[in-house]
Nanobody, 122 residues
Framework: QVQVVESGGGLVQAGNSLRLSCAAS????????MGWFRQAPGKEREFVGA????????RYADSVKGRFTVSRDSAKATVYLQMNSLKPEDTAVYYC???????????????WGQGTQVTVSS
């Protein structure tokens, strides 16, 4: 069992930055891939980015590549999503999740946080 808790959402103006945090705990969470997803009103949940805890390798959706960065701090058992050059279309509830496989496919993620709202005003 792995527990994840997101924090750091809020309201920002377009062009600004925001950093989300995901605190992980539980059994062997360091063996997991940690992913970030988002869901806007009326839309399906979509993959944003992910990091493999053991190797630190990352992957991103094309829509955020070059603007968002996923990183981890093993000492703090925390994964971060640094979001720069935010756009109104980035507005969504952002979720952190853990998966035993390296994937961008949401159904393969076993453990989910409660989500944190990010709103980008124009």
């Amino acid at each position: 069992q792995v527990q994840v808790v997101e924090s750091g959402g809020g309201l920002v103006q377009a062009g600004n930055s925001l950093r989300l945090s995901c605190a992980a705990s539980g059994r062997s969470f360091s063996r997991y891939t940690m992913g970030w997803f988002r869901q806007a009103p009326g839309k399906e949940r979509e993959f944003v980015g992910a990091i493999t805890w053991s190797s630190g390798s990352t992957r991103y959706a094309d829509s955020v590549k070059g603007r968002f960065t996923v990183s981890r701090d093993s000492a703090k058992a925390t994964v971060y999503l640094q979001m720069n050059s935010l756009k109104p279309e980035d507005t969504a509830v952002y979720y952190c999740a853990a998966s035993r496989v390296d994937s961008d496919y949401a159904p393969l993620y076993n453990y989910w946080g409660q989500g944190t709202q990010v709103t980008v005003s124009s």
